[in-house]
C-alpha cells in the first residue's frame, strides 16, 4: 500500500504536471527500495532455515540489516548531493521542479526498505503478526494524504513520518523479541 497510494492521491489531488513530477519522485525512490530488496529476498530463506533448526538467526540479520542501511546511506547522499543530475539525466528539463524533493524520496524509500527488511525476517522466522505494521502505516498514508495534501512538501512528510514510526514500530517489536527470546534461553 504504502509504495502505491501516495502516487494515485498525488494523481487525484494535484494538477497533472505536479503528479506527473511526483510519479518521477516515486519511481527514482523504488530505485532504492528495489536496489535493496534482494538483500531482504535472500535473507529470507536463510534465516527461515536457521531458525527451523533452532540456529542463530541474530547474525545473518546484523548483516543484511548493516547492508541495506549502508545502500541506503549512499542512495540518500547521491540523492541529495546531485538531485538536478540524476532528474534531468533520467526524466528531461521538465522535470527539475522536482529536484527539492528527491533527496527526501531517498530517505522516504530507506525506512520502507529497513522495515521491509524487518518484516521479512519476522515473515521467516514465522512472527507473522509483523504485517500488522506494514497495513497499519498503508492505511493511516491513505488517510493523511487525503486530508493533507496542500503540496508536495505534505505528501512527502506524511509518507517519510509513517515509515519513519513504520521502522521504529518493527524495531521496537524486534527488540521485544529478542529480550524475550534471551530471557527463555537465560533464565535469571
Known amino acids: 500500500i504504502v509504495l502505491s497510494s501516495d502516487i494515485i ?3 487525484a489531488f494535484f494538477s497533472a504536471e505536479i503528479a506527473g513530477q511526483y ?15 534482494a538483500i531482504g529476498k535472500t535473507m529470507f530463506p536463510l534465516t527461515s532455515e536457521k531458525n527451523y533448526k533452532k540456529e ?15 545502500l541506503c546511506l549512499i542512495a540518500i547522499f547521491i540523492y541529495a548531493v546531485f538531485p538536478q543530475i540524476i532528474i534531468n539525466l533520467l526524466y528531461g528539463k521538465q ?21 521491509f527488511l524487518l518484516t521479512n525476517f519476522f515473515l521467516s ?12 502505516a498503508g492505511l493511516l498514508q491513505i488517510i493523511f494524504i ?5 503540496n508536495l ?26 529480550s524475550r527470546r534471551r530471557s527463555l534461553l537465560f533464565p535469571k
Open 9 to 11: 492521491l498525488a494523481k
Open 23 to 37: 510519479a518521477a519522485l516515486s519511481m527514482l525512490g523504488k530505485v532504492v527500495f528495489f536496489g535493496t530488496m
Open 56 to 70: 542463530n538467526t541474530f547474525n545473518l540479520f546484523k548483516k543484511s540489516f548493516l547492508i541495506v542501511s549502508f
Open 95 to 115: 522535470y527539475l521542479p522536482a529536484v527539492p524533493y528527491l533527496g527526501l524520496f531517498g530517505i522516504f524509500l530507506s525506512f520502507y526498505s529497513l522495515s
Open 125 to 136: 522466522i514465522g512472527k507473522t503478526k509483523a504485517v500488522i505494521f506494514p497495513l497499519i
Open 146 to 150: 487525503f486530508f493533507f495534501h496542500q
Open 153 to 178: 512538501w505534505q505528501v512527502i512528510f506524511i509518507s517519510i513520518s509513517l515509515t519513519a514510526l513504520l521502522f521504529l514500530g518493527l524495531l521496537l517489536y524486534w527488540f521485544q523479541y529478542t
